[in-house]
């Protein structure tokens, strides 16, 4: 016998510290209207499921509420190229001589 998947939840981001994800910057405070969703990374977990976020461009939102964080989906589309300059090339400074 096979019994119904009808008892599965919704498939929910699961979200962790490190998790690259897309945030609706301001929706926490301001609502939909007016937002948009920008890449970040989750860097801290609360209990009630909100989430600290950095994102890419340098700014941070704490206490995200979770229905505003979706996961980064792997879209087939290869990503804008806005890296910043300068960034890759940097010489590491522990290999100073013995």
């Not at 119904?4 to 981001?13: E, H, I, L």
């Not at 609706?24 to 405070?29: E, H, K, N, Q, V």
């Not at 964080?69 to 989906?73: D, F, G, L, V």
């Given at each position: 016998g096979g019994g119904?998947?009808?008892?599965?939840?919704?498939?929910?981001?699961q979200l962790h510290v490190g998790a690259k994800v897309r945030a609706?910057?301001?929706?926490?405070?301001l609502g939909a209207v007016?937002?948009?969703f920008y890449p970040g990374t989750v860097t801290r977990l609360h209990a009630d499921g909100r989430a600290d976020i950095v994102y890419d461009d340098g700014d941070e939102e704490e206490c995200v509420d979770p229905k505003w964080?979706?996961?980064?989906?792997t879209e087939c589309s290869p990503p804008a190229s806005a890296?910043?300059?300068?960034a890759a090339g940097r010489a590491e400074d522990s290999a100073a001589g013995a």
């Open positions: 119904s998947d009808r008892s599965v939840p919704p498939k929910a981001p609706r910057f301001g929706a926490t405070a007016g937002t948009k964080i979706k996961e980064r989906s890296e910043p300059t300068g």
